[in-house]
T-cell receptor, first 113, second 116 residues
Framework: DAGVTQSPTHLIKTRGQQVTLRCSPK?????VSWYQQALGQGPQFIFQ???????QRGNFPDRFSGHQFPNYSSELNVNALLLGDSALYLC????????????FGSGTRLTVV | AQSVTQLDSQVPVFEEAPVELRCNYS??????LFWYVQYPNQGLQLLLK??????LVESINGFEAEFNKSQTSFHLRKPSVHISDTAEYFC??????????????FGQGTILTVHP
């Protein structure tokens, strides 16, 4: 049974560009959360999607947006990239009615140059 | 809002020695508590969690953590570590209900290095 799948694994972008990261949740999960993990830091919550809607959002600017599709997969979009957006982006899936059974993907390493 | 402080950024220890990774949290509401482990170039794996009930929780690979509400702590311990325990460990907290349910707040991480 596949866990959480994220693509791509690595990405290099230039300042000012836009990027889209993708996440396929674990089979049976219906909720997707995104986290940003800067080098040497703990992950920080970006937002969470359930039933194709943003359910919660962390302290991130509007440049960060997302989407959830009917098959529960999700995308994270970042516009007008800054050097400070360089980080590991982690996707976590879960069941909305579950007791915190989060499964994390291996992440996408984004480097902004 | 919640916050998590992991008191040690790095903990070196010899194989078969005991280890404690310290975690303190701050919250104005009831919380759930977690420890995650991250191996190099991998995502996070849940080690153990406290939701309710017994304040001592255990993992399948010998780690345990105790929820201490009065000291707002959730320290992680293992009586005898192995080389394979070398990894970064993250303490995390979430509200047990309300509008922030499902949002994890992580600490800065503790790098555990086990030496032979």
């Amino acid at each position: 049974d596949a866990g959480v799948t994220q693509s791509p694994t690595h990405l290099i972008k230039t300042r000012g560009q836009q990027v889209t990261l993708r996440c396929s949740p674990k089979s049976g999960h219906d909720t997707v959360s995104w986290y940003q993990q800067a080098l040497g830091q703990g992950p920080q919550f970006i937002f969470q999607y359930y039933e194709e809607e943003e359910r919660q959002r962390g302290n991130f600017p509007d440049r960060f947006s997302g989407h959830q599709f009917p098959n529960y997969s999700s995308e994270l979009n970042v516009n007008a990239l800054l050097l400070g957006d360089s980080a590991l982006y982690l996707c976590a899936s879960s069941l909305a009615t579950g007791t915190y059974g989060y499964t994390f993907g291996s992440g996408t390493r984004l480097t902004v140059v | 809002a919640q916050s998590v402080t992991q008191l040690d950024s790095q903990v070196p220890v010899f194989e078969e020695a005991p280890v404690e990774l310290r975690c303190n949290y701050s919250s104005s509401v009831s919380v759930y508590l977690f420890w995650y482990v991250q191996y190099p170039n991998q995502g996070l794996q849940l080690l153990l969690k406290y939701l309710s009930g017994s304040t001592l929780v255990e993992s399948i690979n010998g780690f345990e953590a105790e929820f201490n509400k009065s000291q707002t702590s959730f320290h992680l311990r293992k009586p005898s570590v192995h080389i394979s325990d070398t990894a970064e460990y993250f303490c995390a907290v979430s509200e047990s209900g309300g509008t922030s349910y499902g949002k994890l707040t992580f600490g800065q991480g503790t790098i555990l290095t086990v030496h032979p």
